[in-house]
């Protein structure tokens, strides 16, 4: 009867380990999509690493001023600042398009490798190239600064922003919100 148990005992382990291991084997084949949310629906981007950014320009209309702060950075890690007071006209800051000289200052300075880092990485972590271009808030807010960013990689271009942009408690503001921190943390 000992004899009996004992083969009994090491049949059902056999069979055991041939279940776990065809489970695990089966399992590895397997591509999990991740979880869709109404947010995500249409816009899932799944990267395989950090963006290819080329530059990243940050844009910020002061709430009640005429004042407008670009900051352009660049892999090289530099840092040019525009103070523009700019004039009657509008300008189109993203395609270049600047006031004369006596109405805006340039200030060059450097940022580090881990903040140039940390900003690809927000970027590619909120998937900044799949927000809508148009995130200003829906709430009524007197005197709120305008933020747009625009991020150019080694393919494409993007731009997103506007009135009060990141401040609505929905996915996509939060996502902005989280790029923005970034790179006022690392220009200022």
């Not at 380990?17 to 899932?44: D, H, N, Q």
């Amino acid at each position: 009867m000992g004899l009996i148990m004992e083969r009994l005992k090491k049949t059902v382990a056999a069979g055991l380990i041939f279940v776990i291991g065809l489970f695990a084997l089966t399992s590895c084949s397997k591509t999990v999509e991740p979880a869709r949310t109404k947010a995500t629906t249409e816009k899932t981007q799944i990267s395989r690493g950090p963006l290819d950014v080329t530059k990243v320009t940050y844009l910020i209309y002061c709430g009640g001023l005429p004042d407008v702060e670009m900051y352009v950075i660049t892999p090289d890690l530099k840092v040019q600042k525009y103070d523009i007071w700019p004039e009657i006209d509008t300008y189109d800051y993203f395609a270049g398009e600047l006031p004369s000289e006596d109405h805006y200052d340039v200030t060059e300075y450097e940022i580090t490798d881990t903040e140039w880092s940390s900003i690809v990485n927000v970027l590619t972590r909120v998937d900044f190239m799949a927000l809508d271009e148009e995130m200003s808030t829906k709430d009524i807010v007197d005197d709120g600064s305008s933020y747009y960013i625009k991020v150019e990689t080694s393919d494409s271009t993007h731009i997103s922003g506007g009135y009060c942009a990141g401040i609505d408690d929905d996915p996509d503001s939060r996502r902005f919100a989280e790029a923005k921190e970034m790179i006022d943390n690392a220009c200022k």
